[in-house]
């Protein structure tokens, strides 16, 4: 067994231990009450699963197993870069540790083990025309690859439930090696001509996903490392997290269940948001005719995507009550590296005129930007223009989180997910006997 999965064994068997005696003392004990607003409205706030990998505050937003993003980017290991290594971001949401530089380089090169992916797969992507959605290519390939799941293989030779986490540890492990060959050959086909370009083992896990992209700049890398990094999770009632924990729980492999999120992420109201955006900004600048827009422009501009009954894309958020820290790490790198960007310049702009506008609307809870209000602006700035793909990118990331809480799901033996539905008759019925 390798040190990585030796140490999520431990850490899993003892936790379901204490689980087992906690449910056996204390399972009767009420976390929530759900009104009928909850009901009908999406769930918000329903305390109703269990996630290790990450947790999310409606004020101070996302902790990757207690740390903001601050923190991580202090904490955890660099490499040749400024940013932190999503390696490391792994290894602690798996285990819960902050690795050391060594383990980081060791998962560095496991994955790089790992990472041939086989020709079916980019076979498959070929079958789709080329202007098929990348994320629909996306969740094509991820499919493809499922021939290679452990887990299906030994579940249907008779594997012990015992081993499921073991199983799909390697699964994970696979496809997150895998993922940003995949990714990358979907961008070189889809917008490159199919020129693609051959991974360097040299270099780490999001340098080599910038690299098999074709940007060059040094700059993009270290940008890849942290976009890699704050994407990956959101604790797991979002609907790419919570998808990929729905379908595992009936023991949909791996891939299988991956593939489900990753098709959740590409709505518009969730990660497809950062292609909206983006596109979004630039209809504004056409329409007004200029690339430096006003307040008062932009103000306009506004108020007439919500007079045509569209949402702002980038802002709003179902938990978060404060501009998301994601949005303010983006924002922080753009500082410090591309404050010159006229493109950025106008993202910061529209920053501060929409939340007063959201605001007067009286509806909406988070008037404030989330993750997806800055990163097209930034991928723009090294080349990157092609924006039915950010959602590609985004999910990349998203598979580091839901595949640890998956890895986690399995060793503590989280059973089929079969919430309660009502019709409305039962409603009306309900309220009338009340
Ligand atoms: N622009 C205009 N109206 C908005 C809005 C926005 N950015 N955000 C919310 N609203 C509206 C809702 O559409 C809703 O209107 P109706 O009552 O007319 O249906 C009302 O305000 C109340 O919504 P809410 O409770 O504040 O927000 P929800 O929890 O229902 O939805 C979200 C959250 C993200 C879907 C919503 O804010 C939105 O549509 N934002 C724009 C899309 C976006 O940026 N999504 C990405 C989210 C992050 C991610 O998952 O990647």
């Not at 937003?61 to 740390?67: E, L, M, P, S």
């Not at 602690?92 to 980081?104: A, D, F, H, K, N």
């Not at 994320?135 to 094509?140: K, P, S």
């Not at 630039?282 to 007004?288: H, T």
Request: with cysteine; net charge negative; aromatic share 10%.
């Amino acid at each position: 067994m390798d040190p990585l999965k030796i140490k999520f064994h431990e850490k899993a068997s003892a936790l379901r231990t204490e689980m087992r005696a906690l449910l056996k003392e204390h399972g009767d004990k009420k976390i929530d009450e759900v009104v009928l607003s909850q009901a009908f409205g999406g769930a918000r706030g329903v305390k109703m699963m269990i996630w290790e990998t990450s947790s999310l505050d409606a004020q101070s937003g996302i902790t990757f197993r207690g740390y903001s993003i601050p923190e991580l980017q202090e904490i955890l290991p660099k490499g040749e870069g400024t940013e932190p290594l999503p390696e490391g971001l792994f290894w602690l949401m798996l285990v819960g540790e902050v690795p050391t530089e060594e383990e980081v380089k060791w998962l560095s090169d496991k994955w790089t083990n790992r990472s041939q992916v086989p020709q079916h797969v980019f076979d498959a992507i070929e079958a789709l025309p080329v202007n098929a959605h990348p994320m629909t290519q996306y969740t094509v390939a991820i499919n493809a690859m499922q021939t290679e799941s452990v887990f299906a293989r030994r579940y249907a030779e008779g594997m012990n439930k015992s081993e499921y986490w073991d199983a799909t540890y390697e699964d994970t492990m696979n496809l997150l090696a895998r993922l940003p060959r995949v990714a990358a050959y979907i961008y070189r086909r889809s917008f490159k001509n199919g020129d693609h370009i051959a991974p360097d083992h040299k270099l780490d896990w999001a340098a080599n996903f910038a690299h098999m992209l074709g940007v060059k700049d040094d700059g993009f890398k270290d940008l890849m490392r942290l976009y890699l990094t704050i994407h990956a999770d959101h604790e797991g009632g979002n609907a790419s997290a919570h998808t990929t924990h729905l379908v595992g729980s009936t023991l949909s492999d791996t891939y299988n269940s991956l593939s489900a999120g990753m098709n959740a992420l590409a709505g518009p109201l969730h990660g497809l948001a950062n292609q909206e955006v983006i596109k979004w900004v630039f209809k504004m600048l056409d329409a007004l005719g200029t690339k430096t827009p006003s307040k008062e422009q932009i103000s306009d501009y506004v108020n007439s995507t919500l007079a045509n009954g569209r949402v702002i894309p980038g802002y709003g958020h179902a938990v978060l009550r404060q501009p998301d820290p994601r949005f303010v790490a983006q924002r922080t790198f753009a500082e410090k590296h591309l404050s010159d960007d006229e493109l950025i310049q106008t993202i910061w702009r529209v920053f501060e005129v929409v939340p007063p506008i959201l605001q007067s609307l009286g509806k909406v809870k988070n008037p404030w930007p989330n993750v997806d209000a800055h990163s097209g602006a930034l991928l723009v700035h090294y080349g990157l223009t092609d924006f039915s793909y950010y959602t590609v990118m985004f999910g990349v990331s998203r598979a580091m989180g839901v595949l640890a809480a998956q890895c986690w799901s399995r060793a503590l033996g989280m059973p089929l997910e079969r919430p309660k539905s009502l019709t409305t008759d039962w409603v009306k019925k309900f309220i009338a006997e009340a």
